[in-house]
């Protein structure tokens, strides 16, 4: 069973987040919390495997909150959800750790898998996140996560990708899972895994988000 904390401090949202949670056989929660301190408290004492976090909450916003468990709980994902889909919200939840962003409007079934695709290690997010994800990445704006990314400059020898591997990344930009990557380039799920564990190691990146952002400052992606 995964185990899942809600964090949310609307209440009806965060029962209705809940609801949809218990409903599949594979996962469970295991507790809820109304902002960020208490997310952050029950974290703590709970070690949930994902934890579904609302950005705008208060005591501690979500950002914040998210950035002190995935420090705490390496092993615990975090997964935002909020009512924005804007860069303004998306690019301090991915700075603080958080593995996939889903806006509220969500069907549950999206929901729920994306619960499974970050336990999984995997990033989880909408095409249209994706889009200004990359957006942010390339973007000059004093907050965006180019500053993260470094100055634009060409891949070097050493981190120069083999052609699927790049086939891979680009597919990874437009918000696929491995197993959708897998089903458009006719690939094992293993072997999506296998080319991005390379080029993470290739450009010294610790997750897939990472991976976006180098590939933007490159020129490697294109929407």
């Known amino acids: 069973m995964i185990r899942v904390l ?9 029962t209705a987040l809940e609801h949809f949670v218990s409903l599949a056989d594979d996962l469970e929660v295991v507790g809820g919390a109304s902002d960020g301190v208490e997310a952050l408290a029950q974290a703590e004492r709970l070690r949930p495997d ?8 208060p005591r501690m916003d979500g950002v914040e909150a998210t950035a002190r468990i995935t420090e705490a ?7 935002a959800i909020t009512t924005f889909a804007s860069e303004q919200y998306l690019v301090p939840a991915l700075r603080a ?14 929901v ?3 619960v499974r695709t970050v336990h999984a290690g995997e990033a989880a997010f909408s095409p249209a996140v ?3 994800l990359i957006d942010a990445a390339t973007s000059e704006a004093p907050h965006s996560l180019a500053r993260d990314a470094g100055p634009a400059e060409p891949l070097a020898e050493h981190e120069q990708l083999t052609g699927r591997e ?11 899972s ?3 990557i897998a089903r458009a380039l006719f690939l094992g799920e293993a072997t999506v895994k296998s080319h991005l564990g390379r080029v993470m190691d290739k450009w010294q990146v610790r997750d897939r988000v990472q991976v976006l952002l180098r590939a933007a400052r490159a020129g490697l992606v294109e929407l």
């Open 6 to 14: 809600v964090a949310d401090d609307q209440a009806l949202m965060r």
């Open 73 to 79: 709980l390496p092993e615990t994902s975090v997964l």
């Open 50 to 57: 994902v934890v579904l976090m609302d950005m705008q909450m």
């Open 112 to 114: 729920v898998q994306a």
């Open 166 to 176: 790049l086939d891979v990344v680009r597919e990874l930009a437009q918000g696929r």
């Open 130 to 132: 994706a889009r200004d």
């Open 178 to 180: 491995n197993a959708e």
């Open 97 to 110: 750790g958080a593995a996939g962003y889903l806006v509220k409007d969500a069907p549950p079934e999206d």
